[in-house]
């Protein structure tokens, strides 16, 4: 994930990122957020005030009511996360937020005990028609005979999904004397039989069994109208159902016809397909209906619960805006810190390497002195050695490249590119990175060497980056150092950056042929020339005439496995020695070099070529 900076500069001054929190978060949450960020809490926003405002925040923080459309998302210029204090993104339209860049958070464990137990809530008030008795106790009835209702003990619960929320209701459900059965491809059987809860394989199977049923999944297109008229009468008669999850999954409208005909005999609703429910909507006529305990998405909605989901996402949403993973990204993979911890160093590098390549190579005011056209490729081997070549999650450090590649070309390109939508911009630009895991000891000193290598563009391929399997069983040869050759098949040159970091600094080591060490970064100049007196004076003295300090100098000669991949030496060949004899000379300065000094150091006797590089 490429590092995102904790303020940013205007006119000099540092300001720190703002965030909007257009709805209710808990004061230990934005006292929390207060702390490095400018917060602005906007309760009550139109979608149209929310529109008009959005570009000037970079984090926004929403619960349920806030639709955060590709509109809005579009709008956000400089927003970098979305975060949703809760469990459910289906108000986040998620799909354009990977386009953008834009990482989206929620809290999917925050509310896991308020969840389960409003299950079990609603499941007793059901099977004792608890509501039904309070009003019309209320209304100065007394019906004990007409408000018979039934034991759990000893009865079925079927639930659909046994994630975290349907474990716990689960665990809760056989204390109290039921026997658990449940539905859910993704479910560990292991797990499902310590918690002692049995397994089915297809929903008809679960249906048939239930006397309360309890739905615990997303709601995605599979799981949309999963509980329709069919499903509902091929359950007992007499089940009763429940919904604590999300609005959608049950039909409301047959739910509404299997209470009227007696089929099911009693529901618990606090989720609906529209919140809160349209007039004479089906459900609005389900939450009339005397057979159903209805609460107002109530699941969450404890003390308990606010708390622990907005501190989670506004820890999240701190982390993200200093450059860190979050935890419960939605559109981001899974990182374990240990991996991460390894990763960060690197990531800083590969996007300079990414930069460094597209400003030597592709810039099209590189100064040449032969007729060489310009060389752009779109086709990289991304190599890892060391212990780097152990990780098997290694996206950071692909985003890393791709943000580096495409920044300098343009400064849309390079907006949030982040492991959310690297690939996707891969594939968009016609970029092929193919990540390769070195198994060859190391003939370095350094823990890890990373080498950008391009090619000339191969046919083109459907996806922008191998398969992890591929990435991993490619196994390649000896490693850039130990002599990877500066012509690529066909004799057309090979363009390749090695690099490494010592403690927190970062190194450039190799530059096509050339055995370096630098730091990249500020204004860099690249000379390519023939190594012979004369050369540092010359260009020094033309860059003092133009007022240009040079902060440090670094002479790149010819690599030593270079010098031994030629071998036309042993034989006095001409051209090998004249090869050899090349170097390149880095200085660092103090500004911008223009074009014009550029050229006129380019036009240097024995200078072959000069970029102009800003890291």
Known sequence: MSSTKGSHSVNGSRTRPKVLVPEKLSPDGLTLLRQSLE????KGLSPDELLDIISDYDALIVRSETKVTASLLQAGRKLKVVARAGVGVDNVDVEAATKLGIIVVNSPSGNIGAAAEHTIALLLAVARNVADGCSSLKAGKWERSRLVGVEVMGKTLG???????????????IGLGMHVEALDPYASPQVASAHSVDLVSSL?????????LTIHTPLIASTKGMISAKELQSMKKGARILNVARGGMIDEHALVEALDSGHIAGAGIDVFTSEPPLQDSSAARLIAHPKVVATPHLGASTVEAQENVSIDVCEQVLAILRGDLPRSAVNAPLILPEEYKTLQPFVGLVEK?????????????????SATPQDTRTTFDLIYEGTLAALGNTKPLFAALIKGLTTPISTEAGRNVNIVNAEL????RGIVINEQHSRSPPTHTYSSLVTLRARPSAPSRSSSRRPAASRQASAIGPSTDAGTHAEAAGGEKEQLISGYVSGSQIFISRLDR??????????LLICHNYDSPGKIGAVGGLLGKEGVNINFMSVAPVSRSEEDDDGALDSGGAAAEKKSNEALMILGVDREVGEEVVKRMAGEEGVLEVSAVAL
Do not use: W
């Not at 917060?39 to 906007?42: F, K, L």
């Not at 639930?159 to 459900?173: P, Q, T």
């Not at 911009?425 to 968009?428: E, K, Q, T």
């Open 39 to 42: 917060v602005d809490e906007r």
């Open 159 to 173: 639930i659909i999904g046994l994630g975290k929320v349907g474990l716990k209701v689960a665990r809760c459900a």
């Open 204 to 212: 008809p199977e679960l249906l048939q069994v239930s006397d309360f």
């Open 353 to 369: 390497m990414g930069s460094l390549y597209t400003q030597h190579y592709s810039n099209p005011r590189r100064t040449l002195t």
């Open 425 to 428: 911009i891969a594939r968009d």
């Open 514 to 523: 050339f055995a370096t060490s630098f730091v990249p970064q500020g204004n």
